[in-house]
Nanobody
Framework: DVQLQASGGGLVQAGGSLRLSCVAS????????IGWFRQAPGKEREGLSC????????YYLRSVKGRFTISRDNTKNTVYLQMNSLKPEDTAVYYC????????????????WGQGTQVTVSS
């Protein structure tokens, strides 16, 4: 049974940091690229970052590049999203997703999705 469990969200003041985790189970983690997405109320889901299965390639949405860092630990079946210098506009539900054939920030390329974790940044 494929599962992606996102955690680490919470309430933080502007300028603060959070580290999100995405723990995977039920599939061969090393064979999958993992992406992070977010969706704010009334807005479309947007791709933030992706790390491919070989760890060679990482992608970032322009608005988070330099503030967010994606990493993965294949020994723990976990991908992290370190978020620094958070802004109120980063407030959203954050999701992780997995794909064995696509590495990028388009939601259409991902087959498996986690349940999401809420990030709220206060001004």
């Amino acid at each position: 049974d494929v599962q992606l469990q996102a955690s680490g969200g919470g309430l933080v003041q502007a300028g603060g940091s959070l580290r999100l985790s995405c723990v995977a189970s039920g599939f061969t983690f090393d064979d999958y690229a993992i992406g992070w997405f977010r969706q704010a109320p009334g807005k479309e889901r947007e791709g933030l970052s992706c790390i491919d299965r070989s760890l060679d390639s990482q992608y970032y949405l322009r608005s988070v590049k330099g503030r967010f860092t994606i990493s993965r630990d294949n020994t723990k079946n976990t991908v992290y999203l370190q978020m620094n210098s958070l802004k109120p506009e980063d407030t959203a539900v954050y999701y992780c997703a997995a794909s064995d054939y696509y590495s990028g920030t388009s939601a259409a390329g991902y087959d498996y999705w986690g349940q999401g974790t809420q990030v709220t940044v206060s001004s």
